[in-house]
């Protein structure tokens, strides 16, 4: 049986990464109006990687005894200016989920939780591995600054990498 302090602290989680899936989804539209159609596809595929993420987390609740619970989210920018501030704030919010992930695991430690403990390695990987992608990219954006031909790349990069997550290659 989950601990209720824990229980409490994985659905603000929940929250947060129901959050992360609404905002990559107002930056894939803005992406998608802006002419940037690969980005777009990355983002938009994103936006189901934190469902996965929120889903997980739901079934690891109910399976503990505890009950998943759905908080009210705001509403998220839908304006972003250009592709190198939407990544910007993709790369600023994977650090603040990062920074959240690990909260958690602290609490479980805390609480002598080394089942929840073990449960949140997944998501601290995973972390690891967003952040590095999320950087990767933002300096791809930043090295090419207004060249429309290397931007034209960039975009056409990361619809290559939205294909490659979509059938499961990455
Ligand atoms: Fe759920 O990892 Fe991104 O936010």
Known sequence: MIQENIETALNKQVQKEEFSSRLYLAMAIWCEVNGYPGAAAFLYDHTNEERMHQMKMIHYINERGGKAALYELEAPEAEFGSLENVFTQVLAHEEFITRS???????????NDYTTGNFLQWYITEQVEEESAMRTILDKIKLVGKDKAGMFHVDKDLETMAQRNTSGNV
């Open 101 to 111: 992930i690990n909260e958690l695991y602290g609490l479980t430690v805390a609480e």
